[in-house]
Each structure stands twice: as structure tokens, then as C-alpha cells.
């Protein structure tokens, strides 16, 4: 998580994105000039699915993008592989509590085991990076809404004396204090505060020189005198509708009883056959419909690997009744 947030607050991203941005602008500028049928000799860009490379008389800049990976796409593919290996779980936690295991199942239980352990610290350390990363955003956001707030009061307060003040030079005054305060209110409120889902795995890389920035008309920005910080109240709050969110996203599923858990493995693995116990298996009645023959027998087992594998390497040799018993060991 450590790390996530390290490349997220890096200086290095910061200049990729101010430099992303310098990219766009020197673009849209060689853009207009082919639009216009203006001389482009000597400015170039090209973006491929790695990079970005600008040409523009002198300066040259060379973007390699960041690596990236989404956390809840993350946290699905987690899920998914949980998923794969939550049968074999089950069922060797079953075959051992049992005692139908063989040594080697020992080792095949501690080794999923450990993989389910890794895949859940996984979740947990992306879950516990967007909580945190996202926290700071809405502080951010909470503060902006104050300092515009502020703001707003600040205005109320210059309208009532603007149309008090009989004093002509302090109104002047107090309108252009007005004017100038729309304006930073405006700023703030052009501030956008997204929920960041994604989390930084590789920081990007830059080569440049002799960049400079587009030159633009820059708005005055002033920085509002108080800043109010978030109660913990406000805080446990924003944490707390995190954490649903994550919540709704992770499907937990309990684990069923040891009783459910056999006849639902039986129930998938005996899908291939027409008896429905140990009994029936065993049965010699030629006329009812459940009735196999051995060889029969043999043949459907072969057709299921998820069953052979489960036998005893010489269970063609043995009698049916014998057969029956260890398929009902299972």
C-alpha cells in the first residue's frame, strides 16, 4: 500500500502530468497550424500505446507512460482465482477431517491454504489504499466547498456595505474587492475532485529539452486566509462510506457445513452415473434402471478425470462391490 501511495504523490508523476499537459497543448497548436496550412517543418508529435513524443522547433519531449492497474478489476481477478481453488479446498478440508486423505494431501491443503491467505492480503492492501487515497481526496474536496463558502460570506458581507457606504471611494473600494473575490470563487469552484481507482505500479519516464510551457493569460489565484481542516467526525464519516462502498464491491462467501459440503461434491462428480447410492451401485437387479455393469462402470469413470483421479490407481482390477465401497469413499 506503502508504495501505491509513494508513486501517487511522487514528484515524478506530478511532472508527468504537468508535462502530459504541455504534450496536449504544443499538439493542439500543431494541429491549428496544419488546419491553417501554415509551414510544420520541424514540429511533429506521435502517442503510441507506451508513449508520447513531441517535436517543436528546438524542444523535444519524450513521455513513457505509466503502468497502472485497477484496483476493483484487481480485486475481481482475485476473487475469481479464490474461486478456482475454493473446491479443492473444501474438498481435501473434508477428505482430512475424514481421514480418506493420503499424505501427499497435506502438503496440496498448506499450499492452498497459503494461497488463499496471499490473495486475501492482497485485497486487503488495495482496499486499504483506496480508503487512505481516497480520504485525502475528500478532505480536499470538503476544504474547497469551506473556501467557497468563505468566500460567499466574504460577498455578503462587501453587498451590504457597498449599498451602506455613502463614502464614494471606499465603494469603489469595496466593488472591486467584490469583483475580485467572484473571480477566485470561480477558480474554486472549477476544481474537480475524482475518486482515484487505479493504483500506480511503474512511475513513468521523461526526456526533454529546452521544454517550455505554452504561455497562457493566467487568472489571479488567491489563497483564502483560513482553511478549515476536517472534524473527526467528518472523517469517520467519509471513512465509513468507504468502506460500504469496498463492501458492496466484495461478495464474501461463507463456508457451508461439512454434511452439505459432501452431497454437493458427490452430487457434481456422480452426475455420470444412473444410481444414486451405494446400494444401487451395488445392486445385481438386471431389470432396474440404475442397474451398471462393471465394465460400464469402468468406461464412465474413464470418461471422468476428476473421478479416476480420486480411485485408487488399480480400481479396474477390483470387484464391483469393491469398486462401489471406494467410489462412496470420496
Known sequence: MEEYISNYNSSEYKDYLDKLQIYYDYKIKILKKIEKNKDT????FSETNDKFTLNYNN???EITKPKYKH???EINEIKKRKNEIKIDYKELQYRILHNLNNEADYKKYQKIVDELISLDNKVKELTEYYIKINSVQNNLEINNKNNIND???ELEQLFEKINTEKDSILTRKYINDYLEIIKERNNLKDNKYKTIDFAITKLPEIKEKNIKSVSKKEKPVKKPKKVKKTNDE?????NSKLKKKIKEKLENTSDKNL???EEDIKKKLFKVFRFKNEAECKSRAHSADFF?????LIELIKKSPQIEKRLPSNYQGMNK???CEELYKL
Not at 41 to 44: F, K, M, N, R, T
Not at 234 to 238: A, E, L, P
Not at 292 to 296: A, D, L, W, Y
Request: aromatic share 10%; hydrophobic share 35%; net charge positive.
Open 234 to 238: 467528518i472523517q469517520k464519516d467519509i
Open 292 to 296: 451398471t455393469k462393471k465394465p460400464e
Open 59 to 61: 524542444m523535444y519531449l
Open 151 to 153: 468566500f460567499t460570506k
Open 41 to 44: 517543418d520541424g514540429l511533429s
Open 259 to 261: 454434511n452439505k459440503l
Open 321 to 323: 462391490n469393491k469398486l
Open 71 to 73: 484496483i476493483f478489476n
